[in-house]
């Protein structure tokens, strides 16, 4: 089976300009989070969804940030508009059952550098 | 927030050594996970735990579960090179905390000793 799906891989881009990260959970996972890494915070939750719904959107830095999920195999991670300090690995991650299980399997992440 | 505070923040290995590694907090958790990380890529699902004193082993990793709920411990017996990475523990408390969202350490920085 594959596993997390995240889209592109290495994101350049100039400050101002609209970003797009994307992610494809594994199939039938009911439950997807967005992260962030850098060095100096480590892995920080943005966002996560329960069956496409938004649960908990604390983590999101900003209004510049925004995620949406319209179907459970497909969620979106926008930054608008972008800024040298948003430069990090975004990772998406997705659970099966999180009333189960706690187990998040993560996608590859995105290196996204803002100039 | 609340905090996981990850041991020893980096450390060398030479091959065919055992590796120690834990993390602690203040606050009562009721499952644990322990992750590695390559360069370039998604953190690694390696062990997970929910019973308080679980002790599991995947290979020449074993992991622990604290009895007190408030700590958890990664062993690697034998290092070999392909251990280098990050590992980060991870947990999801009892209280103040919503299904299937963890809290992570920093992590532990893996590399051989030159």
């Known amino acids: 089976d594959a596993g997390v799906i995240q889209s592109p891989r290495h994101e350049v881009t100039e400050m101002g300009q609209e970003v797009t990260l994307r992610c494809k959970p594994i199939?039938?996972?009911?439950?997807l989070f967005w992260y962030r890494q850098t060095m100096m915070r480590g892995l920080e939750l943005l966002i996560y969804f329960n069956n496409n719904v938004p649960i908990d959107d604390s983590g999101m830095p900003e209004d510049r940030f925004s995620a949406k999920m319209p179907n459970a195999s497909f969620s979106t991670l926008k930054i608008q508009p972008s800024e040298p300090r948003d430069s990090a690995v975004y990772f998406c991650a997705s659970i099966i059952d999180p009333v189960t299980y706690n187990e998040q399997f993560f996608g590859p992440g995105t290196r996204l550098t803002v100039l | 927030g609340q905090q996981l505070n990850q041991s020893p923040q980096s450390m060398f290995i030479q091959e065919g050594e055992d590796v120690s590694m834990n993390c602690t907090s203040s606050s009562i958790f009721n499952t644990w996970l322990w992750y590695k990380q390559d360069p370039g890529e998604g953190p690694v699902l390696l062990i997970a735990?929910?019973?308080?004193?679980e002790l599991t082993s995947n290979g020449r990793l074993t992991a622990q579960f604290g009895i007190t709920r408030k700590d958890s411990f990664l062993n690697i017996s034998a290092s070999i090179p392909s251990d280098v990475g990050i590992y980060f523990c991870a947990g999801q408390l009892i209280y103040g905390g919503s299904q299937g969202n963890l809290i992570f350490g920093k992590g532990t920085k893996l590399s051989v000793k030159p």
């Open positions: 199939s039938g996972h009911n439950s």
């Open positions: 735990l929910y019973k308080a004193g």
